[in-house]
């Protein structure tokens, strides 16, 4: 059974970097696409990127700028930068399986991690 | 972006009875050399990630009771629960992903009447 497991601070200032790793297993890393997603409280779902374990990446347009995934699969593991983060970015952030062949859809998700902007 | 809207926001239902929940796209989702459309639904329940429920508008994920259905094509979507559960009660989610950045409804609360 394919699991991910989402790891970081829950609690990051404002204008500094958020960083957060899922762990995957069950599953290679190779061979799949892997996004995250973040979800604001009581708020809807925001696709923020994907990265393939070759390093191929797609990014949010409204986040590109402040956003960097990477991928290590000597650990199998990916994970998430987003830089000088504000109050807007306090969110349930997911990660998932999918985005992209033979996964389009999000299949397999994390069970979340809440980060909260604050000082 | 391709913005994806819900109808109804919230819907209540009685046990046993059928829920529909819609879906538009604002451009064609539709992949035409697979003749698939890249539109998936979610289920959302408090505390817990969305679950995929359907995939490609109509294709059921595997273990998903078969009382849930996807339809329609281009730039309409339905999902059917034809005969409500207790254990229905969530909010759910369609998504598009025949383009980046892939994008959500805003989502529809399901409740028991």
């Known amino acids: 059974q394919v699991q991910l497991q989402e790891s970081g601070p829950g609690l990051v200032k404002p204008s500094e970097t958020l960083s957060l790793t899922c762990s995957v297993s069950?599953?290679?890393?190779?061979?799949?696409?892997w996004s995250w997603i973040r979800q604001p409280p009581g708020k809807g779902l925001e696709w923020i990127a994907y990265?393939?374990?070759?390093?191929?990446?797609n990014y949010n347009p409204s986040l590109k700028s402040r956003v960097t995934i990477s991928v290590d699969t000597s650990k199998n593991q990916f994970s998430l930068k987003v830089t000088s983060v504000t109050a807007a970015d306090t969110a349930v952030y997911y990660c998932?399986?999918?985005?992209?062949?033979?996964?389009?859809?999000?299949?397999?998700w994390g069970r979340g991690t809440l980060v909260t902007v604050s000082s | 972006d391709i913005v994806m809207t819900q109808s109804p926001d919230s819907l209540a239902v009685s046990l046993g009875e059928r829920a529909t929940i819609n879906c538009k796209s604002s451009?064609?989702?539709?992949?035409?050399?697979?003749?698939?459309?890249?539109l998936a639904w979610y289920q959302q329940k408090p505390g817990q990630p969305p679950k995929l429920l359907i995939y490609w508008a109509s294709t059921r994920e595997s273990g998903v009771p078969d009382r849930f259905s996807g339809s329609g094509s281009g730039t309409d979507f339905t999902l059917t629960i034809s005969s409500l559960q207790a254990e229905d009660v969530a909010v759910y989610y369609c998504q598009q992903y025949y383009s980046t950045p892939y994008t959500f409804g805003q989502g529809t609360k399901l409740e028991i009447k």
């Open positions: 998932a399986r999918g985005g992209n062949y033979p996964s389009w859809h999000f299949d397999y």
């Open positions: 069950g599953d290679s890393i190779s061979g799949h696409y």
């Open positions: 451009q064609s989702v539709l992949y035409r050399s697979k003749n698939k459309n890249c």
């Open positions: 990265i393939y374990y070759t390093g191929n990446t």
